[in-house]
RNA sequence: GGGCGCGUAGCUCAGCGGGAGAGCACUCGCUUCACACGCGAGGGGUCGCUGGUUCGAUCCCAGCCGCGCCCACCA
């Protein structure tokens, strides 16, 4: 094969992947006896495409997985893709509508037959996309939350909880969406500021004089109020408190009521109570056994016991006249502009509705203790490790879980009502009614929260509710990738499900990994345009540069996009391609470590301490210092010093063999970031046993240990003679790398005066501190010595300078 | 409102108690027979501001200014 000097990854990499695919080495077997390592990929949206964030993670979990591999693990890596509710639901409700049809018309069954026809052909396309990443993901295992054997697991695991005595159903305030037409988790509420007006209402008293105001944003809730409350300690309302007041519009009785929620300093201090419609009112409402009056609907619209003319008005539309009437009867006291954040559906942005709604819950506290137990123990652990206290905080706070969604697409409820209204829950359809024998059942038409079914994925992948092999073999897995804010929508609920179901966590650590922003700072999304699909990326600069750059920028932080990062990428690949190209057109050799020069050894050296080095940054999952070190390793360490070294020897067969031996431990610790391109070097090398992709991990070589600082001496005179011309005195080895390093041409452009000075100045400050009674007696002895031995390196430089 | 984090070279970021670093960009010199997607040399920073601790502070502490994220029922 004709090795070119410009490295072009396209269709090299293709070639890889489906050649590792193909020869199956992408498989994780529950036979093989080995140590396991296992990650289970956090399943995409099944209408997803890849982003950068997914690019980012698969680059971290390949990473692990290959370096695990050539460790000697068994190692699987288990893809799927999650069903998303509400996405898939809304995506083929949108091509319904483009046909002018509708969900409703179609029926339950007719819908969700169309949805798996629509995710056969257009769904499900991500793991083709993390192929062409070159992400050794175990394919043949692929799952669906929503295929046979998961919903099995999924009504399993509720119907568990439900006799745990955990799920229950409850007419509670939730947080409606009325885009989506369903209930959305407090976790996918998002909250925004929005400019509104804030109304002051005067509540005529009954039996008395005068009035007490309220100020409310949302006037056409003042049909729904149901009391008035003040702060106990509020000195201005004592008096009211026990008598009534007046709502206006309705003209509804209502008691004035105190309770400790109400904050005296808001407003008038006075707050009107709609348990219907807001949720601190509605545990107000609660606690002082209020009625639950509703008047907007689940369609958004102005419903219930009112008066006629607001019947079918919007919300917006019954503030004006609410606002008007009040205006009319001299009872609104002002408005005012008032900005404050309200809550609104991450999905589809939509403004919240909260409503009372009869909906399944999930309590979760006694789920959570495990939980916490297990990140305060360190069984499991987050990086970095703030995230373990974002975790635990929302753990020890856990609420009830509303799990009901009022969607069609998901896993529906195993929930049966009879007649009277008895509750069946079973794993599979019932004959008949739990408490009354009734057969006449219906099922409960809500299905499952999403993260319902994804809080099961380590182990209902692998065969949970039953007990395979695999499960066996391959739970509790090992880490677990993912982005920050899905650390309370996933992981933690992974965790609590594994506990409770299988006894033991699903994972060790957690990697919570950058979020990369658009260059401009601000978090990458289609409305912007401000994205960047990393698919164009590699195509443009090949998976190699892709995974190398975006490991090379992440950090413990979010960080913005640097093309500059994937391009460093790219000519790494290019430069690991024509250090090869070296060795290579001198003719093949069998690699062998025959190294008979200094050069050679400190090679071997660097190679192993790099080796040592990127462990603990894999180890510490700290990929942007494991990518800069192998840039290091391969231009200056490998290519600049070693191979400009050994260039002169390079016919010798032993030399050769050496540099040979030395390019396989490069290619080696480069491929868990660098698959394709160091797969391909590889095969050209002679004797090859195996794919790279298996190839074992280098075993240290602490022979080579006393060799790390075998090249000052040479490095030292290169760097003098650069900088200021003068050639100074060095013999042996030192002197022949240092002729085989420099080059004629760079004589001339030194300037002696410049480097006189530089090191003269270093002498003074090293003099000076040293000089410093304080610095000698009280720093660290180490720290001195230092100086010293510093102080007496410039010294000898400038002596050899001439000076 | 509570919590967390960040402000270091033109850009993107490391460093986090003893000489201010990397990559890119910039300047200069090299058509060196692996690579000009290269090699060598270089310019560029009061390490956000103000105090404090220390022999010594970019690094620790306090306060301030600016930016971001998460959590939270203030109508």
């Not at 295992?141 to 695991?157: K, L």
């Not at 804010?485 to 933690?492: K, S, V, Y």
Request: proline fraction near 5%.
């Amino acid at each position: 094969m004709e090795l070119e000097p410009l490295y072009k990854p396209h269709g090299v990499e293709e070639r890889w992947q489906q050649t590792w695919e193909s020869e199956g080495l992408y498989r994780a077997d529950a036979a093989d006896p080995r140590e396991t390592y296992v990650i289970a990929v956090p399943p995409p949206n099944v209408t997803g495409a890849l982003h950068m964030g997914h690019a980012l993670n698969g680059s971290i979990q390949d990473a692990l997985i290959r370096l695990h591999r050539m460790q000697g693990f068994n190692t699987l890596w288990q893809p799927g893709y999650d069903h998303a509710g509400i996405s898939t639901q809304a995506v083929v409700e949108r091509e319904l509508r483009e046909q002018g049809t509708s969900r409703f018309e179609l029926g339950r069954e007719k819908f969700v037959e169309r949805v798996w026809e629509w995710l056969h052909e257009y769904g499900g396309i991500i793991m083709g996309q993390f192929r062409r990443l070159g992400c050794s993901l175990d394919y043949e295992r692929e799952r669906f939350t929503m295929d046979d054997g998961y919903v099995r697991a999924v009504m399993r695991f509720f119907v568990h909880l439900y006799e745990r005595g955990w799920m229950y159903r409850d007419n509670r305030i939730i947080n409606w969406c009325s885009d989506c037409r369903t209930s959305i988790s407090d976790l996918e509420v998002e909250y925004i500021d929005v400019d509104d007006a804030l109304t002051y209402a005067r509540y005529p008293l009954l039996n008395g004089e005068g009035s007490v105001t309220i100020a409310t944003v949302r006037p056409a809730t003042i049909l729904a109020d149901v009391a008035i409350a003040v702060n106990p300690d509020d000195g201005r309302y004592t008096h009211l408190i026990g008598k009534e007041a007046l709502v206006p519009v309705v003209e509804r009785r209502v008691p004035i009521i105190a309770d400790e929620r109400v904050d005296p300093s808001f407003g008038t201090g006075a707050l009107k109570v709609t348990p219907g419609h807001d949720p601190t009112d509605f545990e107000i409402g609660r606690d002082h056994d209020l009625p639950e009056l509703t008047v907007i609907g689940f369609d958004g619209r102005m419903t219930g016991d009112i008066p006629p003319e607001y019947e079918g008005l919007t919300e917006d539309e019954a503030d004006e006249l609410v606002v008007h009437w009040l205006r009319d009867h001299d009872q609104l006291e002002k408005r005012e502009s008032y900005r404050h954040a309200v809550g609104h559906c991450e999905r589809s942005g939509t403004r919240i509705q909260p409503l009372v709604s009869l909906q399944w819950w999930c309590d979760m506290k006694e789920l959570a203790a495990p939980a916490i137990e297990a990140i305060e123990s360190g069984r499991v652990t987050f990086h970095p490790q703030v995230q373990n206290r974002v975790a635990l905080d929302w753990l020890k706070a856990i609420r009830p879980w509303n799990v009901s969604r009022q969607l069609w697409w998901g896993h529906q409820l195993p929930i049966w009502y009879c007649p009277d209204g008895h509750v069946t829950c079973s794993e599979t359809e019932p004959d008949a009614c739990a408490e009354c024998g009734s057969p006449e059942l219906t099922r409960d038409p809500d299905v499952l929260d999403t993260w319902f079914s994804s809080a099961l994925w380590p182990f209902a992948t692998l065969g949970w509710p039953d007990e395979t092999p695999d499960l066996r073999r391959f739970y509790p897995g090992d880490v677990n990738s993912t982005a920050r804010e899905i650390i309370f929508l996933w992981e933690a609920r992974m965790v609590m499900a594994g506990l409770e179901l299988i006894d033991d966590i699903p994972f060790h650590d957690v990697i919570i990994h950058s979020t990369i922003l658009a260059a401009d700072g601000r978090r990458m999304s289609k409305s912007l345009r401000n994205g960047i699909d990393p698919l164009d990326l590699i195509d443009e600069q090949g998976a190699d540069a892709t995974r190398y750059g975006l490991l090379r920028m992440s950090s413990t932080q979010d960080v913005r996009f640097s093309a500059q990062s994937i391009e460093e990428g790219r000519r790494l690949a290019n430069k690991l391609w024509n250090a090869s190209r070296l060795l290579l057109l001198g003719g093949e050799t069998e690699p062998a470590l025959r190294p008979s020069s200094l050069e050679e050894r400190w090679i071997l050296a660097r190679i192993d301490a790099t080796r040592a080095e990127l462990e603990r940054d894999l180890d510490a999952f700290d990929f942007a210092h494991a990518a800069e070190r192998l840039y290091h390793l391969t231009f200056d360490d490998f290519c600049d010093w070693y191979l400009e070294s050994i260039k002169p020897r390079l016919t010798e067969p032993d030399v050769r063999a050496t540099a040979f031996a030395a390019l396989e431990r490069l290619l080696k610790l480069l491929h868990p970031i660098m698959p394709h391109v160091t797969e391909e070097i590889w095969s050209h090398l002679p004797s090859r046993e195996s794919r790279l992709i298996v190839a074992p991990w280098p075993r240290s070589a602490a022979e080579f240990a006393g060799d790390l600082n075998a090249l000052e001496d040479a490095q030292t005179a290169a760097r003098i003679y650069r900088r200021s011309g003068v050639r100074i005195n060095v013999s042996g080895d030192a002197k022949r790398i240092f002729e085989a390093v420099v080059r004629p041409a760079e004589n001339g452009q030194g300037d002696v005066g410049a480097e006189q000075a530089r090191l003269s100045k270093e002498i003074q400050r090293s003099e000076k501190m040293l000089a410093n009674e304080k610095f000698v007696a009280n720093a660290a002895p180490d720290v001195v010595e230092g100086e010293r031995q510093k102080l007496a390196q410039y010294k000898a430089e400038l002596d050899a300078l001439g000076n």
